[in-house]
């Protein structure tokens, strides 16, 4: 029976982390108090005015298809975002609001991928990339990163990996799992790097809004051509309510409009009204303690883990995530989380979920708990150091 399924959904692997966090789960159901660190969502719901405009809005009855591009005042509004937030000027034209930043992955691949074409990605890397390449029929070339580049690609690396079938490359900043920026100059490179060999450059800026003590600069401060995804998930704090957004050059648009309106036809109106009220002060000043709070977190979480002699080598500079060598303690990673969830019920996530290289020996954190838990999880990572055989 399995084998008359596709090809391409046989190719494509779960989350590894999932049987980990089913573990997880039944331990919970049978009284246990687990402390999760797995999740890349925020742990706050959603902010107060952006619920009450979601609320306003179905009373209102809007509860049908948008335009398929989005609603005019939401990509107003996110135009108007670019322009306080990174002083650019970004034609309401070029942007399409979609389910997620995952709906912008799957318009931008739909659009730029053919059949045996690559992406150059960075390994680690946020693993449904290589996914959507595969959906599309395209793949993911996978070039192993490590702290010598701040787990980012570099124009060398560009070089030496691009071959007949690169057609791209995929960079995010910050990144997922490892939390680093890509800052303007090397977007800058990047950039040129990759007109010089034709291809065409994607940027996830999904978790731009949660950067600690620095801005993120946006590709397109640097290069008008550069699709980004971007996302209402994070910063934003509306995972549940499936909302982002692509910017794409203006020639792209159309034939961007026709992919959106055959693959989902709008995204949810509910919450494309919901995500008007994002960007009035009273909402960012709730977002912007948020990102206080991730701040606080990184500072204890990343110094904790160091002292108990995980390797994290390069501070991430943003989203919520600390990604983690765990050669010091010896064994492999995915063992290793088993090992904390069974003895100590701390849920993490192993680096085989974000690529190949060196997967074996790291693992993920997310900060999506309070600064108590977290605590907490230190205390109880500490004691199942000691209780690790390898
Ligand atoms: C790097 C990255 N890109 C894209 C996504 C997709 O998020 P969403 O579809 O909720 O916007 C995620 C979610 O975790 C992510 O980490």
């Known amino acids: 029976m399995v084998s008359s399924f596709s090809a391409r959904s046989r190719a494509i692997e779960p989350f590894h982390v999932m049987a980990l966090l089913a573990r997880a789960n039944e331990l919970q159901a049978a009284g246990h108090d687990v402390i999760h660190l797995e999740i890349g969502e925020p742990d706050f719901s959603t902010a107060a005015p952006i619920v009450a405009a979601g609320q306003a809005?179905?009373?209102?009855?809007?509860?049908?298809?948008?335009?398929?591009?989005?609603l005019p005042q939401l990509r107003e509004a996110i135009a108007g975002f670019y322009a306080s937030r990174y002083r650019l000027a970004i034609d309401p034209e070029r942007i399409l609001v979609t389910p997620g930043g995952s709906g912008a992955l799957l318009l931008a691949s739909s659009l730029l991928v053919d059949p045996g074409r690559h992406w150059l990605l960075a390994d680690p890397g946020y693993p449904c990339n290589r996914h959507f390449l595969r959906l599309v029929e395209g793949?993911?070339?996978?070039?192993?990163?490590?702290?010598?580049?701040?787990?980012?690609?570099?124009?060398?690396?560009?070089n030496a990996h691009w071959n007949q079938d690169s057609v791209g490359a995929l960079l995010a900043s910050p990144a997922n799992p490892t939390g680093t920026l890509l800052h303007k100059d090397e977007l800058a490179a990047l950039s040129q790097a990759l007109k010089a060999r034709g291809g065409h450059l994607v940027v996830d800026e999904i978790y731009h809004g949660l950067t600690y003590?620095?801005?993120?600069?946006?590709?397109?401060?640097?290069?008008?051509?550069?699709?980004?995804?971007?996302?209402?998930?994070?910063?934003?704090?509306?995972?549940g309510w499936r909302l982002g957004w692509l910017v794409a050059p203006p020639e792209a648009v159309g034939e961007l409009e026709k992919l959106a309106q055959n693959l989902y036809i709008s995204a949810p109106s509910m919450a494309q009204y919901a995500a008007l009220a994002c960007f009035e002060e009273g909402t960012l000043a709730i977002l912007e303690q948020r990102r206080a709070e991730f701040a606080r977190r990184r500072d204890y979480l990343l110094p904790a883990l160091r002292d108990l002699g995980f390797g994290i080598a390069v501070e991430p500079e943003g989203a919520f995530y600390l990604y983690a060598d765990i050669s010091a303690f010896g064994?492999?990673?995915?063992?290793?989380?088993?090992?904390?969830?069974?003895?100590?019920?701390?849920?993490?996530?192993?680096?085989?979920?974000?690529?190949?290289?060196?997967?074996?020996?790291?693992?993920?954190?997310?900060?999506?708990q309070s600064l108590e838990r977290l605590e907490q999880a230190v205390e109880r990572i500490a004691r199942g150091l000691k209780s690790w055989r390898p």
């Open 213 to 239: 003590g620095v801005d993120a600069s946006s590709v397109l401060e640097v290069d008008d051509e550069a699709f980004v995804l971007n996302s209402f998930s994070k910063y934003f704090g509306m995972t």
């Open 331 to 368: 064994g492999d990673a995915y063992r290793f989380c088993q090992h904390f969830i069974e003895t100590e019920h701390v849920a993490f996530t192993p680096g085989v979920d974000f690529g190949r290289y060196q997967a074996d020996h790291h693992v993920r954190f997310a900060y999506t």
């Open 57 to 70: 809005a179905l009373a209102a009855g809007h509860t049908r298809y948008t335009a398929a591009r989005g």
């Open 139 to 158: 793949a993911a070339q996978l070039v192993p990163v490590g702290p010598q580049s701040r787990y980012q690609l570099t124009p060398e690396l560009v």
